[in-house]
């Protein structure tokens, strides 16, 4: 697999669309800080890590609004294995004016984009989830 943070975004957006209470994404220490993230913006309900044969695997729980769609509209990966994309603090993107959230990996971690702005952190820009 040439990208395992665009499979773990595939396998989000497909669960949606059968809408699927939970969906199983191999384990990395990269993905879980990824799904932490949208899980404390409000995209996914809850990731867990678990066990099963003997891999570990987060386990993610889908959040879904009143008229059954998926809470996640739409992602966007940035920046990719073939081409990697870095910003600095003050061209830190707004995705979808504001409505959106940009996944950003800093010195410091990996964080949202209004987080690493108000930290004054630049760095490789993920994705974006709206």
């Known amino acids: 697999m ?3 943070i665009g499979d773990m975004l595939s396998r989000i957006k497909n669960a949606q669309g059968i809408r699927a209470n939970t969906v199983d994404v191999p384990h990395s220490k990269e993905k879980a800080a990824i799904l932490h993230i949208l899980s404390s913006v409000g995209y996914v309900e809850k990731v867990e890590e678990m066990k099963r044969m003997e891999k570990k695997i ?24 073939g081409r990697r994309i870095y910003t600095d603090a003050s061209k830190l993107p707004r995705v979808q004016s504001g409505f959106g959230t940009a996944v950003i990996s800093t010195s410091k971690g990996i964080m949202t984009e209004q ?13 974006y989830v709206w």
């Open 58 to 81: 987060l386990r993610v729980g889908l959040k879904y609004r009143a008229n059954k769609k998926g809470l996640i509209a739409g992602f966007k990966r940035i920046s990719r294995p």
């Open 2 to 4: 040439t990208d395992p």
């Open 115 to 127: 987080s690493a702005r108000t930290q004054k952190l630049g760095g490789e820009v993920m994705l």
